[in-house]
């Protein structure tokens, strides 16, 4: 039986997580629940699977009263109540973590987590894109294992851990994208976008910071810069193709011409089943993938006028240090504006290009120094959007 903690257990990962649970609850088991504050989901899943611990990241903001009665609700739960609450859950100690938090508060508990669970299964893009050389090197030193829960990144596990293809054989990691809501719009229309326009993602269910970034292909630019550090490979081996269907989701291109392709069913609950039971395959409880029914796949290349922001990212992960952290603060505060319709759509990509140009650049940043950038970015970013 494997022990759990689960952050961001309210998320859309989280309750695809918590639906695996269920399915195979002969060996996963949910030690802990962590999320910010939907206290309805919460409840139910306190009742459903019984978890020891639970943390709140908002509880101070909570009416107390209101927090106090559902404190009572769960008498044999233990609350955890500090400064940083998820990330002392954290160090309780896991077989596996679930680090499903979305920005960069996901930080601080990823990096906890590490010398103190056995594997870190990782939906958290911005651990890897703001401190990716931290968790690889933690992750190494604690002797802990990282496995990815994008689907994209778990897709190439498989086709690279197994065995399906020689390292020495690959050309290139083909990560495929949607292209989001926006992907049929004209770009003559893109400036009056609105938030309800960018929020109804034409394949995935997911949260509207994610569903925002999928529009941009920020998202996709981030998975880039998650794929350099999950299987070490340079930039210039990473590639983006545009696959409106959403059924292939990676690819490896061997030095012979020939493509490995990874098919599926575009539900989460398949990359988080690997993360959860790797190396055993368990018969699938979920959807099966029907090959006559999936009807013709397109492919296409990315318009960079239509999503000018991938080049960004790019260009961030190849300068390293404090640029990839420049990118998710600047995306994070602009993506914020965007919804509470502060900014145009168009906007976003001008915030993030001002603030890297705007910050210095530093390199082998330490962890304080990169929520220091964070913080920079971000204000930086609301400074220049005070001007728009």
Not at 352 to 374: G, V
């Amino acid at each position: 039986m494997r022990d759990l903690c689960i952050f961001g257990s309210t998320g859309s990962i989280g309750i695809s997580t918590l639906k695996v649970v269920r399915a195979f609850s002969d060996l996963l088991k949910v030690k802990s629940l962590c999320c910010n504050s939907r206290l309805d989901i919460l409840a139910q899943q306190i009742h459903e699977f019984s978890p020891q611990f639970v943390a709140i990241a908002s509880f101070r903001s909570i009416d107390a009263q209101t927090y106090k009665n559902f404190k009572s609700t769960f008498p044999h739960v233990t609350f955890v109540e500090s400064d940083n609450p998820l990330v002392d859950v954290a160090k309780l100690g896991h077989d596996i973590v679930v680090s499903a938090l979305v920005g960069a508060a996901g930080l601080a508990p990823t990096i906890a987590s590490i010398p103190n669970c056995r594997r870190l299964a990782l939906a958290n893009k911005e651990s890897l894109v703001m401190a990716g050389d931290i968790v690889l090197h933690q992750s190494s030193k604690h002797q802990t294992e990282l496995l990815p829960i994008d689907s994209e990144h778990s897709a190439l596990f498989m086709l690279l851990k197994g065995g399906e293809a020689d390292s020495a054989d690959i050309e290139s990691l083909i990560v495929t994208a949607s292209g989001g809501s926006l992907r049929s719009i004209p770009l003559s229309q893109m400036q009056n976008v609105t938030p309800q326009q960018a929020l109804q993602h034409p394949t995935w269910s997911m949260g509207h910071k994610i569903t925002i970034d999928s529009a941009t292909l920020v998202n996709k630019g981030f998975e880039v810069i998650e794929a350099h550090y999950l299987f070490s490979m340079p930039y210039e081996c990473i590639k983006v193709v545009v696959h409106p269907q959403s059924i292939v989701h990676a690819l490896v291109e061997l030095k012979n011409g020939a493509l490995l392709a990874h098919m599926g069913v575009n539900d989460m609950v398949f990359p988080i089943t690997n993360a959860l039971l790797y190396p055993d395959n368990r018969s699938n409880p979920f959807s099966k993938f029907d090959l006559a029914q999936c009807g013709t796949l397109e492919f296409r290349s990315v318009d960079k006028e239509r999503y000018p922001a991938l080049e960004l990212c790019y260009e961030a992960g190849k300068s390293g240090g404090s640029a990839p952290v420049v990118l998710n603060g600047a995306n994070e505060a602009a993506v914020a504006a965007f919804l509470d319709k502060r900014i145009k759509f168009t906007d976003i990509f001008k915030v993030i290009e001002w603030c890297l140009c705007a910050l210095p650049s530093k390199q082998n940043l330490s962890l304080e120094e990169i929520y220091d950038y964070d913080s920079a970015a971000k204000a930086k970013a609301i400074e220049y959007m005070e001007r728009l």
